[in-house]
């Protein structure tokens, strides 16, 4: 069985003491209400990764929302995988659209930033998706294989299993437009079916694949209820605990 995931990425929301009050809310919450067989992951800004290591309570795990591609150096204003896990996260964002849009981040980078999280213990959450234009000329399939191809690909089958991949089409984030679970549904069986050519069934069959594009606590249910859907990856919605701990609940009655 795979895992199922429900991951918060707040991008560059709160500052230190309204990340504080918002963690602690999901915290709460999910401690009383989501089952533990859905993990829970909150990628907040790294200003707030060590003291919610602390209140966590091993309950939700904790991930950065991007990592530099050296081990360190000279690069100021960068953090490293290393400093990351030294404040106890476990996941790493990586390929988000916003850093491909924003900062250029082509997929030769994103290849060498999950090699790095590899290597040194963060699981990667690979962002991949495809933007509206691509998908209106029916290029959507093609620009998912080419991201996978030149971002993951590289690595070998046991560094490949570390991996979580989020499925983001670009034209569903933070624009209130969802994937329908038939269009998302066919998109993570596509993903499936690349990995089972690259590695083997096995690998593909145990690889978490996460629906992320205005996703909320209404449309959750059905596209969590695809079967190539293993759960999400949360914008906006997980910036408000009541909404984000819904989400999570998802899993809750599916065994
Ligand atoms: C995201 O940015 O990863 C995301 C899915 O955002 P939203 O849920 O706001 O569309």
Not at 79 to 96: L, N, R, T
Not at 155 to 167: G, R, S
């Amino acid at each position: 069985m795979r895992k199922k995931i429900v991951a918060g990425n707040w991008k560059m929301n709160n500052d230190y003491q309204e990340g504080m009050t918002l963690f602690s809310e999901v915290v709460h919450m999910v401690k009383a209400e989501v089952n533990s067989s859905t993990e829970v992951i909150v990628a907040c800004p790294y200003i707030h990764l060590h003291s919610f290591g602390q209140m966590a309570n091993g309950r939700i795990r904790l991930a950065a929302q991007n990592c530099h591609q050296a081990e360190k150096g000279a690069y100021t204003g960068e953090i490293s995988v290393k400093m990351i896990e030294s404040v106890g996260a476990d996941f790493v964002i990586i390929g988000h659209s916003e850093r491909r849009q924003y900062f250029n981040e082509t997929n030769e980078l994103l290849a060498q930033k999950v090699a790095i999280a590899i290597k040194q213990g963060l699981t990667p959450i690979f962002c991949i998706g495809e933007t509206q234009q691509e998908r209106e000329s029916n290029r959507h399939f093609e620009v998912i294989r080419e991201q996978l191809r030149e971002g993951l690909f590289h690595l070998v089958k046991a560094e490949f299993q570390q991996v979580i991949i989020a499925y983001e089409p670009v034209w569903a984030i933070g624009t209130g437009l969802t994937a329908s679970p038939g269009q998302a549904q066919e998109m993570h069986a596509f993903i499936r079916g690349e990995i089972a050519g690259v590695y083997n069934q096995e690998v593909a069959d145990a690889t978490s694949i996460l629906y992320g594009g205005s996703c909320n606590p209404k449309n959750a249910p059905e596209l969590f209820a695809q079967p190539d859907i293993d759960g999400g990856l949360i914008g906006g919605a997980s910036l408000k605990a009541r909404d984000f701990t819904d989400i999570a609940k998802v899993f809750n009655d599916r065994g």
